[in-house]
């Protein structure tokens, strides 16, 4: 009973790098999305996804892609990191119909330096 | 605009006693109204779900309860113990299709002994 996988759990960039935080869900949920945690500021949404090759910009998505090749799997990938994407990152999944209880992963702390 | 705000923004309590978090929304469409506890270095899970009909919920040594007329809702913790020391969060799920969620900043929490 995994519910949501985030790996890895800490990870250090230099400025420029690129890299991919990997997130999977077992519960075959169809609502994936992704956050970062900084703070002060709460959670605020990244990208999100309804389904399988649907994906959708949140209230801050420079800087971040994201794909949906299949139910379980939401990669989120820094194209270029900068030292404000220093923060910590949830990935969160849920059903899209009747309950909207959202299902978190551990966390990904990010530093970029 | 759609806000969540909680307070206080920091509480300390002694073991055994209980306290009263505070939740007031200023969100529409509402659909229903989530408290989260998030344990530092984990990711937040959900306590509880108000509905626009209902008043008071518990879970626990955890009550909720929802004033929809004035926007309010409240997390009761009873009986406090050592593992309640967490940050709580208060969520408010618009009604619609995309699901949008409006996060408070939390409140949190220590319990002393």
């Known amino acids: 009973n995994a519910g949501v996988t985030q790996t890895p759990k800490f990870q250090v960039l230099k400025t420029g790098q690129s890299m991919t935080l990997q997130c999977a869900q077992d519960m075959n949920h169809e609502y994936m999305s992704w956050y970062r945690q900084d703070p002060g500021m709460g959670l605020r949404l990244i990208h999100y996804?309804?389904?399988?090759?649907?994906?959708d910009q949140g209230e801050v998505p420079n800087g971040y892609n994201v794909s949906r090749s299949t139910t379980e799997d939401f990669p989120l990938r820094l194209l270029s990191a900068a030292p404000s994407q220093t923060s910590v990152y949830f990935c969160?999944?849920?059903?899209?119909?009747?309950?909207?209880?959202?299902?978190f992963g551990q966390g990904t702390r990010l530093t970029v330096v | 605009k759609n806000q969540v705000e909680q307070s206080p923004q920091s509480l300390i309590i002694l073991e055994g006693k209980n306290c009263t978090l505070q939740?007031?929304?200023?969100?529409?469409?509402?659909?229903?109204l989530r408290w989260y506890k998030q344990d530092t270095g984990r990711g937040p899970v959900s306590l509880t779900i108000?509905?626009?009909s209902e008043n008071t919920k518990s879970n626990g040594r955890y009550t909720a309860t929802l004033d929809a007329d004035t926007k309010q809702s409240s997390l009761h913790i009873t009986a406090s113990q050592l593992s309640d020391s967490a940050s709580y969060i208060c969520?408010?799920?618009?009604?619609?299709?995309?699901?949008?969620?409006?996060w408070g900043l939390g409140t949190s929490l220590a319990v002393n002994p």
């Open positions: 108000m509905t626009f």
């Open positions: 996804s309804v389904g399988a090759g649907i994906t």
């Open positions: 969160a999944s849920s059903y899209l119909t009747g309950s909207t209880e959202a299902f």
């Open positions: 939740c007031n929304y200023t969100v529409s469409p509402f659909s229903n």
């Open positions: 969520v408010v799920t618009l009604a619609g299709n995309n699901r949008k969620l409006i």
